[in-house]
């Protein structure tokens, strides 16, 4: 077998239509970025740059030396509160999901044809809309059937009473399974849902007199504007630092609508999908997540997932399974909520360590246990990405230095180590590049870059987007700064 289908397995999850975090893809989809010509749903911003291919022991030696060691933890990112982390994976989901059955993609093995453009559409709560995905909406009160997303009940004290939709095995019934993936990101998706209902109250309010499907489609655009909003406004500036993020999309003054400089990220007929984003540059992620959380003021220092040596009833927030009682989410925990910093959590500097569960990822997830770092900079080859510096000398940045990338001390012969030094994986590099040019605290200008132009590109593309329909719109909903709404204001809106 191949580099791709062996070393990661995603043949099989496919074809079983079963997506770890991330997964999802066309099965073929190694032949594809090879092709000058491609433009699908996945592409390149940078074609003419060669491929890297490091020989596999290399990248398995950098993604141990990734591993965070209890005696040298990452630092606690003072500006990213810990829920913008699996805000960052839940934005990841909606865009690079593709609901399109693993039979019409084996048809098109190169995804030439565009199934579907990533757009921040939220159908990870939609799913096909309240006619094809009935299952996921609200049915039983007549007044919002098919306008209200369904909200999951719990018996039995066992569980939490509010949870996800879920079937009889547990499994969760949302419009992307991936968002149950953990404890956190399950949440989240929970949250969506009562914002959009929330949002459906509000709109029914002002405008008692609409029918059930004018008042779905309002209250759907509302809520996704909104959430556009908070990813170009209130994430991308944590994430890529307000520089760089309003260097993208120049906001709107009184004479003039908001501009956007795309530099790198150019698309004839639609924005596609590109692999230095999704294989690359947006797996920063990876690295703010912490090795344990609480929960809410009860259920504390909760380990991401179980440790694979010590299998047994260790609690853990690992998915696809009902909420346990009590885990009910306190968000002010995770947003900045007005409650003071001290019970803020905050996401790890973004850097090259990499929390220790996440080097043996749970069966759920990977059938082999093995570590997400490794996996990345396997998708990393498999998927032909340039190097790091590569991409930085294209882009007319100065590459790291060989002193700033630190890969002396890997336990590696003495020529991998200077062609890593020469040439490294760009996931590695985004990391770094942050760890060095930005103290962990946001993406540095290589990253930075690829990210807000990604975002901001996926969303001026998008012909139903706030930006692209009406790009002078500021929100509406109640935020504790007018007209300013970020992701505390949406919390607040969603509970009520
Ligand atoms: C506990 C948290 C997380 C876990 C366990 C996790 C796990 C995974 C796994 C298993 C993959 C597939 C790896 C592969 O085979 O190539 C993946 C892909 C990915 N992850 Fe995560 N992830 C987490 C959080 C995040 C966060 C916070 C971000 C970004 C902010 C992120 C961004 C991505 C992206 C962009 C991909 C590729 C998606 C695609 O191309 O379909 N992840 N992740």
Known sequence: MGDSTDMIGRQTAADEGITAHGASEPAGLDAVPHSPFF????????????????????????????????????????????????LGQFIDHDITF???????????????????????????????????????????DRTFRGVKLL??????????RDDLPRNQQGRALIGDPRNDENTIVSQLQLLFLRFHNAVVDHVRRRRPGLDSGELFRRAQRITRWHYQWVVVHDFLERIVGREMARAVLKPATASSPPVTDLRFYAWDVQPFMPVEFSVGAYRFGHSMVRGVYNLNEIVTSVPIFAAADRPGPLEHLGGFRRLPGAWTVDWSLFFPMGRGRAAL?????????????????????????????????????????????????????????AAELDIDRLELPAADKASLEADAPLWFYCLKEAEVRAGGEHLGPVAGRIVAEVLVGLLAGDPLSYLHVSPNWRPTLPAARSGAFAMPDLVRVALG
């Open 39 to 86: 433009q699908g749903r996945f592409g390149r911003m940078f074609r003419t740059l060669p491929p890297l291919r490091p020989r596999d022991e290399v990248l398995d030696a950098l993604a141990g030396a990734m591993r965070e060691r209890r005696d040298a933890p990452s630092a606690d990112n003072p500006k990213i509160p810990s829920g913008y982390t699996y």
């Open 98 to 140: 593709d609901p399109v059955s693993s039979l019409q993609r084996r048809n098109d093995p190169d995804a030439l044809v565009d199934f579907r453009t990533p757009r921040y559409d939220l159908d990870s709560l939609y799913g096909s809309g309240p006619a094809v995905s009935p299952y996921l909406y609200e049915s039983s």
């Open 151 to 160: 909200v999951g009940r719990n018996s039995g004290a066992a569980f939490e």
């Open 345 to 401: 959590q905050l996401s790890r500097r973004i850097d090259t360590k990499i929390a220790a569960p996440l080097h043996a990822l749970p069966p759920g997830l990977d059938r082999r246990r093995r570590s997400l770092a490794a996996l990345n900079l396997r998708r990393g080859k498999a998927l032909g990405l340039p190097s790091g510096q590569a991409v930085a000398a294209a882009m007319g940045e100065t590459p790291l230095t």
